[in-house]
């Protein structure tokens, strides 16, 4: 489709392409494949430049009564994260606020952590204003030379610098590496730069796996974009950690493939969502396919049925001192697997991905990577160019004054 907005794309999946490495990287001019693999890239730098940043005064007033991260998109989900990666063990209560200022509530004896993968958003400006006025404690991340770096600056705030280089939801890892760092500072995590070394390593082979010159049948990220072709992806987490993974990739995927997703955590599923499995594009899809036909060519077909595709992240936990914290792992594996047999019983299709790692900041991004890629295959065998996302141009020109 063509028109005055640049749409471009088409409804059939095209096969060849995800096995021609020269024509993926011609149909992503923007290098948002590129930009994806440079997640391990991304933990490095952001530490560094962390590192070389003053966050002493931010311990200077003790323990904060609350801690808010402001930014929306990919930035409010680095809120999530260390909400997430904090546990339930964190001495303070975490919220990622996605709206414009910051809650009423929020005075000196906070701190705001105010998030902007372009330093010109206007809820992490208004938020960084807001927590200057009021005397809160600010950090400010995002990039440098900008007006939320000028921000910081008038209120003697620290800023950590984190250079744009693709868009935000390519620079996941470069956000929330600071963010952790200064909630270290808090004494709000233990994450350790072993955990951040470990987590890029993890971060550069699954993109290593996921590289455009690897087939298919070995990619991981090209695998679960033909599982998903033509489907309506249902993603559930198995545990908090696997969940925050699961908002994230229904993120990508309606930015990156533009595919509508039903995502969040399993537990809530349970309660109601899990009906859709007994659905017109559930049970009673999967009712009318042929179970002695070519899996392979119902995939292929030119106009193959919608159908739900379920995608469940499990995550396991980590045994030791937090192991009797919030939900017992016991549980969540049960729910999981009963999800599971619950999908395969009505014929549903299931891709499930397990987290790997030994701390919960890897094991996150075991969850995160492969879907990150899979979003933009997905995208570019439909002919769209996941770099460039014409309806939030056209949104940002829209509601701007």
């Given at each position: 489709m063509e028109g005055t907005a640049g749409v471009r794309g088409h409804r059939e999946i095209?096969?060849?392409?995800?096995?021609?490495?020269?024509?993926?990287?011609?149909?992503?001019?923007?290098?948002?494949?590129r930009a994806t693999a440079s997640a391990g890239a991304q933990v490095r730098e952001a530490a560094t430049l962390a590192a070389e940043t003053d966050l002493s005064a931010l311990a200077d007033e003790g323990r904060p009564r609350a801690v808010v991260v402001a930014g929306v998109g990919t930035a409010a989900r680095t809120g999530d994260i260390l909400e997430t990666v904090a546990g339930p063990r964190c001495p303070v209560p975490v919220l990622a606020h996605r709206s414009a200022g910051i809650p009423g509530w929020v005075g000196a004896a906070d701190v705001v952590i105010a998030v902007s993968a372009s330093g010109r958003s206007p809820e992490a400006l208004a938020a960084a204003e807001a927590a200057g006025r009021r005397g809160a404690r600010l950090v400010a991340i995002g990039a440098p030379?900008?007006?939320?770096?000028?921000?910081?600056?008038?209120?003697?705030?620290?800023?950590?610098?984190?250079?744009?280089?693709?868009?935000?939801?390519?620079?996941?890892?470069?956000?929330?590496?600071?963010?952790?760092?200064?909630?270290?500072?808090?004494?709000?995590?233990?994450?350790?730069?072993?955990?951040?070394?470990?987590?890029?390593?993890?971060?550069?082979?699954?993109?290593?796996?996921?590289?455009?010159?690897?087939?298919?049948?070995?990619?991981?990220?090209?695998?679960?974009?033909?599982?998903?072709?033509?489907?309506?992806?249902?993603?559930?987490g198995s545990s908090p950690l696997a969940t925050v993974a699961a908002r994230r990739f229904g993120d990508t995927l309606s930015a990156n493939a533009r595919y509508p997703a039903v995502v969040g955590a399993l537990g809530e599923a349970g309660r109601g969502r899990v009906g859709l499995l007994d659905g017109v594009y559930g049970g009673l899809a999967e009712a009318d396919r042929d179970i002695f036909a070519d899996p392979d060519e119902d995939e292929e077909s030119a106009a193959p049925g919608t159908r739900l595709r379920l995608v469940l992240l499990r995550d396991g936990g980590l045994t030791g001192e937090d192991e009797d914290d919030g939900e017992p792992v016991a549980v969540e594996e049960r729910r999981a697997e009963a999800v599971q047999e619950l999908a395969e019983r009505r014929g549903v299709r299931v891709s499930l991905i397990t987290a790997e790692g030994g701390s919960a900041l890897e094991r996150l991004a075991s969850l995160v990577a492969v879907p990150d890629f899979t979003s933009i295959y997905l995208g570019l065998a439909h002919g769209f160019d996941p770099m460039a996302v014409p309806a939030v141009s056209e949104m940002k020109d829209l509601v701007s004054p």
């Open positions: 095209d096969l060849a392409l995800l096995d021609n490495a020269e024509g993926l990287e011609k149909n992503d001019p923007g290098g948002m494949l030379d900008t007006q939320l770096h000028a921000l910081a600056d008038r209120f003697r705030a620290p800023f950590i610098p984190v250079p744009r280089r693709a868009p935000a939801r390519a620079s996941l890892w470069g956000l929330t590496v600071p963010v952790l760092l200064a909630a270290r500072q808090l004494g709000l995590v233990k994450v350790t730069e072993a955990d951040f070394a470990e987590t890029a390593s993890r971060l550069d082979a699954d993109a290593e796996r996921c590289r455009t010159a690897m087939e298919t049948f070995v990619n991981p990220g090209k695998s679960l974009a033909l599982d998903l072709a033509h489907s309506v992806p249902i993603v559930w």
